[in-house]
């Protein structure tokens, strides 16, 4: 019975064009098989296939469409035989905010080179035929070199093979995605990018935070709070983070907090100003400890969160960031009406 209703329900959510679809396939099986294509190529003719019937489920496939996916399969079986690298955003650690140009990447790779701060889950969506390989560079513990990252993806893509370099959140925010580009190029590989949702977003969104308000927010800026030494950057424009119309989002913060939030309240950013740092956004473990920059620092040795960190710092954080609070228990209010130090498991 429960088999069944999953059936009827699975029924009632394909759209019915898929039958003539279905039987296609049943047709041009055979001649797909005689095409004297490899595994590889004919995996790739199925994926077209399929592709096609998911965008256009109520046409009629005629003899035109086998011949159209036969030649951009063959024409796909050229490229992939010198090998290609594809930077995937993994987003920041909830499966379901992988993009479908992610899922369909991951699905069709041939060797995954994993960042340290993908989520297991992400894996799931991935081609179980695929080789996958942990390459994550872990901050002040021993990990690979970028040099070697780099090295290896195009190794594997002078070989012919479908190289996905899957990185946590969005590879072109602090993803190091410029430097795998370049290398890509200059060992003339091609090289294709997948944004991801990136930490701030997957943060905000779980949160129902808005990261602007036309009030008091004009703008959102993205900064590093780690430098290639591992201290804080010493070109950090210190007016701009200053500014109380902006929302400042910080990442790699673990380290420099404190020196970060002393120079940018010297710089004029208010004390009082609404903060909250992140650990592990999006996931089980999430956990949030909220407070203002000039004790966000304390509050965080307090709390001693794990997991990838980010702070968000501005005004359009106040309203919102306090009526979360409030509304999940995980705050009280302190003594100087500010609130304290919590964490949250995300629900």
Request: aromatic share 4%.
């Amino acid at each position: 019975m429960f088999a069944q209703a999953i059936r009827a329900k699975i029924e009632a959510l394909i759209p019915r064009g898929f039958a003539s679809w279905a039987q296609a396939a049943r047709r041009w099986r055979r001649a797909v098989q005689s095409q004297g294509l490899s595994f590889a190529a004919r995996r790739r003719f199925w994926q077209i296939f399929t592709a096609h019937a998911v965008e256009h489920p109520n046409r009629e496939p005629a003899a035109a469409d086998f011949d159209a996916f036969m030649a951009l399969t063959r024409e796909a079986s050229a490229d992939a035989a010198h090998g290609s690298v594809t930077l995937v955003g993994a987003g920041p650690g909830d499966p379901e905010l992988l993009t479908l140009r992610a899922v369909r990447a991951l699905q069709s790779a041939d060797v995954i080179l994993i960042d340290d701060l993908v989520a297991p889950g992400v894996l799931d969506f991935a081609r179980r035929e695929a080789k996958k390989m942990l390459v994550g560079k872990t901050g002040y513990r021993p990990s690979c070199r970028q040099d070697e990252i780099n090295a290896l993806m195009i190794s594997f893509a002078r070989a012919g093979k479908h190289v996905v370099r899957l990185k946590g959140g969005d590879p072109l925010i602090f993803g190091r995605a410029a430097e795998e580009i370049a290398a890509c190029r200059a060992a003339d590989i091609p090289v294709e990018v997948v944004p991801g949702i990136s930490a701030a977003q997957g943060a905000a969104g779980r949160l129902g935070l808005s990261l602007t308000h036309r009030k008091v927010s004009r703008r959102v800026q993205y900064v590093t709070g780690h430098a290639a030494d591992g201290r804080l950057p010493a070109d950090i424009d210190w007016q701009s983070l200053a500014d109380p119309a902006a929302t400042t989002i910080v990442y790699m913060p673990g380290k420099t907090i404190r020196e970060l939030a002393a120079r940018a309240i010297a710089q004029g950013l208010a004390p009082d100003t609404p903060t909250l740092a992140i650990a592990s956004a999006t996931r089980p473990e999430e956990e949030i400890v909220r407070g203002t920059i000039a004790d966000i620092a304390e509050r965080l040795q307090e709390a001693a969160p794990s997991g990838p960190l980010l702070i968000m710092i501005g005004r359009a954080l106040a309203e919102a960031g306090q009526s979360a609070a409030e509304a999940d228990g995980s705050v009280e209010p302190t003594a100087d009406g500010h609130p304290a130090a919590g964490r949250k498991q995300a629900s």
